[in-house]
């Protein structure tokens, strides 16, 4: 797995580009993050190195993360990932290394993690968006319920308790969603910004993390290829 960038979605936007043409884009405060841990396959069983993000009030955090980032030389950090990798990759890391943004300069897609909306308790029409019942003559007021839920059982209808997945009302948001191969539009070192083209889950302010692009659709496979040669 490549390296991972972690940091604070701004906000969206547009950009024209050179030919006039609007783009709606997402910006994203990344960084600097420092290498807080270097997991070893001698000592933990695989490779990976340890980031962490966002200065934190010490009491607002634990002794154990304290002195772990003590020990890493730098201050308590409020969010701590991980990213695995070989021991090639491990030998270009060090303790209290700082990753910014500039990374990803020479980058043309990403990946970006993040957490979205909370829509608390939703019924079946918003969450799944379902037509809901009739609204003729003779129907009560059942217009936004699911339906019959009993023809599926966990045993073709003669078990105990509903299969698993059926879908109902429920909480609805607040999941981790994985937006795919965004375009990298623009990276801003100076203030730590990365511009993406297009829109990253979560609402302002929102925790996020930026890997280059692990799948890529065709037609973007054949962008990068052309970019390369």
């Known amino acids: 797995m490549s390296f991972s960038v972690l940091g604070r979605k701004v906000g969206m936007t547009r950009l024209?580009?050179?030919?006039?043409?609007?783009?709606?884009?997402?910006?994203?405060?990344?960084?600097?993050?420092?290498?807080?841990?270097?997991?070893t396959e001698e000592k933990d069983g695989y490779n990976a190195v340890q980031i962490g993000y966002e200065d934190i009030d010490p009491r607002n955090s634990t002794r154990p993360l304290i002195k772990h980032d003590f020990i890493a030389g730098t201050t308590?950090?409020?969010?701590?990932?991980?990213?695995?990798?070989?021991?090639?990759?491990?030998?270009?890391?060090q303790l209290g290394q700082e990753i910014k943004v500039d990374a990803l300069a020479s980058t043309m897609f990403v990946d970006i993690i993040g957490t979205s909306k909370g829509k608390g308790f939703a019924?079946?029409?918003k969450r799944?968006?379902?037509?809901?019942?009739?609204?003729?003559?003779?129907?009560?007021?059942?217009?936004?319920?699911p339906g019959?839920?009993?023809?599926?059982?966990s045993n073709r209808g003669f078990g105990g308790g509903l299969k698993k997945g059926k879908?109902?009302?429920?909480?609805?948001?607040?999941?981790?969603?994985?937006?795919?191969?965004?375009?990298?539009?623009r990276v801003d070192a100076g203030q730590n910004l990365l511009i993406v083209k297009g829109t990253v889950a979560g609402g302002k302010n929102g925790f996020v993390e930026i890997r280059p692009a692990s799948r890529l659709y065709k037609s973007k496979a054949g962008r990068l290829k052309a970019a390369s040669k």
């Not at 409020?78 to 021991?87: G, L, Q, T």
């Not at 019959?148 to 059982?153: D, P």
């Not at 879908?167 to 539009?185: F, I, K, N, P, Q």
């Open 167 to 185: 879908r109902m009302a429920g909480h609805m948001g607040a999941d981790r969603v994985t937006t795919r191969s965004l375009d990298v539009v």
């Open 76 to 93: 308590p950090k409020r969010f701590h990932r991980e990213f695995r990798c070989d021991a090639k990759t491990l030998a270009n890391y």
């Open 128 to 145: 799944y968006h379902f037509k809901g019942m009739f609204a003729s003559h003779g129907t009560e007021r059942k217009h936004r319920s």
């Open 16 to 39: 024209y580009t050179d030919k006039g043409v609007s783009l709606p884009v997402t910006v994203l405060r990344c960084g600097p993050c420092v290498v807080t841990q270097l997991r």
């Open 123 to 125: 019924g079946v029409m």
């Open 148 to 153: 019959s839920i009993g023809s599926l059982c």
